[in-house]
């Protein structure tokens, strides 16, 4: 079996070893927006936080993925870490459309993860029914989405983050490739 699986003494940890990255994740961007001040860092610490507390409560899975899936899965969520700092002084309205669409994009992502529940996992795996309200109702893949929409306004403040983009949007569409391929097996 390639599925990508933490045991001891049959107890699956995957969940609770997942809470533990995602939340280290987020003590890192509370860094960031300490250092930077800038709202997307405080944002996606937030909803780090709240995934935290959804793997540590999740369902198990009952498919998973291959090892290198799973480590695909959890660099594309670090890198959001890697965006470079503004380029010059950005203006203010600059800012304001960063701040917003921020706002707007960690919105839609964290009333995914909030909607998924205990079937929460970064990395792709079949953790019961497939979500299909809420949000879900009308997107497929709706926290990708956000985390899309809150991404692309970095390259407004440093056009070198586009190639961080493009890194970034490449891992979420083939996460969700995955987890289509996983739940169409399923």
């Not at 987020?26 to 996606?44: C, K, M, N, Q, T």
């Not at 470079?84 to 921020?102: A, E, N």
Request: charged share 10%; aromatic share 18%; glycine share 6%.
């Amino acid at each position: 079996n390639s599925a990508f699986i933490f045991k001891i003494k049959g107890v699956d940890l995957s969940g609770k070893i997942g809470a533990l990255i995602m939340t280290a994740f987020g003590i890192f961007a509370i860094e960031r927006w300490v250092a930077s001040g800038i709202l997307f860092f405080i944002l996606f610490a937030c909803k780090n936080f709240i995934a935290a507390y959804y793997f540590a409560i999740r369902k198990p899975a009952k498919i998973k993925c291959s090892f290198w899936q799973s480590l695909l899965a959890y660099i594309s969520s670090a890198i959001p870490l890697i965006y470079l700092s503004p380029q010059g002084d950005p203006s203010h309205f600059v800012f304001l459309i960063f701040s917003i669409t921020s706002i707007i994009g960690f919105t839609i992502s964290t009333l995914a993860i909030i909607e998924l529940g205990s079937s929460m996992g970064v990395s792709p795996a079949v953790r019961g029914e497939q979500c299909k309200s809420g949000l879900y109702k009308w997107f497929k893949h709706p926290m990708y989405m956000g985390y899309a929409i809150a991404e692309f306004v970095w390259i407004l403040i440093n056009p070198l983050n586009a190639l961080i983009y493009v890194f970034s949007i490449t891992g979420y569409f083939l996460r969700s490739r995955f987890e289509n391929s996983i739940i169409s097996n399923s």
